[in-house]
């Protein structure tokens, strides 16, 4: 969203400015005064990002237009100050957008530098960016810091990098909040993600190591890649306690991501669960799974235990592996041991949307979510 039109400095406002710093001055001593003073007539400040970085960044009251260099950090931004946003890194669907904010379908797709795309760096400019995020979902790599600095020389605009990683999500909400102005719904955010954090990861913790679920995460159109535990898109299930059946496969050739598998190696597992993409909407397994004469051995499939994974306004467990996954730990831990964390599921979605998605939905919606209709 272009950035709104600003009123020139006037005498009143230079007096109204040199007031406040002056007030901070004689609070927190001279120099905080000048670093307010300064911050005041040059719209900018200096916060240190998770890399230690000092980044020059635009005042809250100057910050208009953010962008970002995934739809992992989309979804971190969007939670926060969806207002803010310049532009989409995500191509949203109608089943999605009937789940998000009124505007969203707005969004101009300015495309992001996942998987090997690419950012549209004259949208930026002409959507007058001023401050991108690039968020992990585990500790940040050399490669997230290479692309941010190569990002910024590019163009210009400070690049705030932040450690999104599971453990430490207070931590990721609270120092977004700070870059973006947003401290009050930073704090909301970050209590209610610790909250489900500790809640499910305590449930999950009496779970005998010998009673751990043995699932198996079918990705692809034939449901034969899967997430090994070296690959963060597996995090939400260990994290809700599952045992991970292709926890050791080797990686594809050339991925830092997902493994491939055969029919006959998943026989072999044999996993008391799958969960898999959904057919109708991500292309993914779930029905040739269940009809398949290859997979009828499988226990999960014997026992009818093979799920799609909900995937909307955002997939519950990964892609992107984001806020979105504290939804999933929920839904895979209730989907797992139901006697340990019992929770209604319906309202569990209900409250997820309304204080992180902006929306409110009713039970039905949530059952549709959820695939509990018919």
Known sequence: MPSEHRSPLTRRRFVQGAVLALAAGAAGGLVSGCTAFD???TGKRVLADDTGRDVTIPTPSALSN???TSGLAQVFCFTMAPDLLAGTAISFTNEQLELLPVGTGDLAFMGSLSQGSVIDKDMLRYQNVQLIFSISGTDLTDVNVADALALQEQTGIPVFLIDGSFDRIGDTYRL?????????RAEELAAYCERIYRDVTQAVSGVPKSQRVRYYFAEGPEGLQTEPNASQHSLAFQVAGGANVAADAPLSL?????????VEQVAEWD????VAWDWQSRGGADQLIRASSAWQDVSAVKNGRVYA???VPFPFC??????NRFLGIQWLANLFYPGYYD???VEVVRDFCSTCYWRDISRAQAERILGMEG
């Open 39 to 41: 911050e005041f007539f």
């Open 343 to 345: 929770v209604d599921m």
């Open 318 to 323: 990964d892609r992107p592996p984001g806020v």
């Open 254 to 262: 050339g991925r830092n991501d997902m493994a491939d598998v055969t």
């Open 176 to 184: 977004l909040g700070n870059a973006l102005g947003r401290p009050e």
């Open 271 to 274: 996993p008391e669960v799958i």
């Open 309 to 311: 994974m909900p995937h």
């Open 66 to 68: 953010v962008y970002f």
